[in-house]
């Protein structure tokens, strides 16, 4: 081969080789997923939500800026009480959110400042996933309250009664935790399984491994129970 030509058929490969890694990785981009995406929301606008049985406003709590979320004057006998945010769709991931409970004026004895984070909520409110937080038992004296500080419940067909019931001790737990103080949570759901870690552990306070709603998809929402004032802050979810 002469060198002219040789010049002409190295020239050709290198263009050859050149177009082989650059349909490679448009497949790959082509087929890349969401995953490892973070969506960020600072919650420091009543306006992010969809509210449904709460009503909710700006403030500054302990020094950062909060969202405050209490119960809507008809009270929560009409169902959930969320503050959903419409621009989230979750299916698989983790949810990192700072949050705060406290139980409010007048609140009732049996009010323990529930908050927590509901997940894969379907648009009219009627399935969702939750884990919440009971801050008042943390540090109470008594045992059994203390192994009830953390929950896990369904809608619909699992409010914590029935599994407290039917299956004492497994979708809920112990945990340190104090009324209106800041508490980091972090949830990660994988399929049918959701873990809930508290405070940076490594360990998971709370494990599901039976999510009862199966692998469906929704949105994220800001969850309280009844008798509660709760602040939420740096909401993040990462698919």
Same mark, same amino acid.
């Given at each position: ?12 490969? %290198? ?25 960020? &929301? ?16 700006? %403030? ?15 009270? &929560?006998?009409?169902?959930?009480? +969320?503050?959903? +945010? ?5 299916? /698989?991931?983790?949810?990192?959110? /700072? ?8 609140? =009732? ?7 927590? &984070?509901?997940?894969?909520?379907? =648009? ?28 896990? &419940? ?16 497994? @979708?809920?737990? @112990? ?25 940076? =552990? ?27 004032? =709760? ?9």
């Amino acid at each position: 081969m002469s060198k002219r030509r040789w010049q002409i058929a190295a020239l050709l490969a %290198v263009v050859l080789v050149s177009l082989l890694v650059v349909n490679l990785n448009g497949s790959a981009k082509s087929n890349e997923s969401p995953v490892g995406q973070t969506q960020s &929301i600072p919650l420091n606008s009543p306006d992010e939500l969809k509210l449904v049985n709460v009503k909710a406003e700006a %403030v500054t709590f302990k020094g950062r800026k909060a969202l405050r979320v209490s119960e809507a004057p008809s009270g &929560i006998g009409n169902g959930e009480a +969320l503050g959903v +945010l419409p621009k989230t769709d979750f299916q /698989d991931g983790t949810i990192e959110v /700072d949050l705060a409970g406290e139980p409010g004026p007048g609140a =009732a004895e049996g009010a323990r400042g529930f908050v927590g &984070i509901a997940f894969r909520v379907a =648009a009219d409110q009627g399935r969702l996933e939750c884990f919440y937080l009971r801050p008042t038992n943390g540090r109470a004296e008594d045992q059994l309250r203390r192994n009830h500080s953390t929950q896990y &419940i369904s809608v619909p067909g699992f409010p914590w009664e029935l599994l407290r019931k039917d299956f004492p001790g497994k @979708y809920e737990s @112990y945990v340190d935790i104090l009324p209106g103080e800041w508490t980091k949570v972090k949830i990660e759901v994988r399929g049918d399984k959701a873990r809930l870690y508290m405070n940076g =552990a490594e360990q998971a306070t709370l494990i599901v491994n039976d999510l009862k709603q199966g692998q469906t998809r929704g949105a994220v929402a800001l969850w309280i129970g009844d008798g509660t004032v =709760a602040h939420f802050s740096n909401l993040r979810i990462s698919k």
